[in-house]
């Protein structure tokens, strides 16, 4: 069982940043690929971020390519999402998920926990 934590959303104008964490219970986060996704108003639940348990590779939707970065620590169980250069688009509630096996980044059936997300509001 994993359980996951998110934090550092909040409001933040047009062009800002912001840090989001994710914090999971656990000795075995390491096993684990890590995904950030979200939710705006409306809308479908949509990829943004995936990082590797290991190897660290990292994969992103196009919206968010060259904005934001996903990081993990292994040492201290928590991935983050960097997200720079913020739109108003980006107005979501962001989640993070973990997964075990491989399969399609995307695919939201395929990740086995998931945390209960933080907001984050894009607005001048």
């Known amino acids: 069982q994993v359980q996951l934590v998110e934090s550092g959303g909040g409001l933040v104008q047009p062009g800002g940043s912001l840090r989001l964490s994710c914090a999971a219970s656990?000795?075995?986060?390491?096993?684990?690929?890590m995904g950030w996704f979200r939710q705006a108003p409306g809308k479908e639940r949509e990829f943004v971020a995936f990082i590797t348990k290991s190897t660290g590779r990292t994969y992103y939707a196009d919206s968010v390519k060259g904005r934001f970065i996903i990081s993990r620590d292994n040492a201290k169980n928590t991935v983050a999402l960097q997200m720079n250069t913020l739109k108003p688009e980006d107005t979501a509630v962001y989640y993070c998920?973990?997964?075990?096996?491989?399969?399609?980044?995307?695919?939201?059936?395929?990740?086995?926990?998931w945390g209960h997300g933080t907001q984050v509001t894009v607005s001048s």
């Open positions: 998920a973990a997964r075990r096996i491989s399969g399609v980044l995307s695919a939201m059936e395929e990740y086995d926990y």
């Open positions: 656990g000795r075995t986060f390491s096993l684990y690929a």
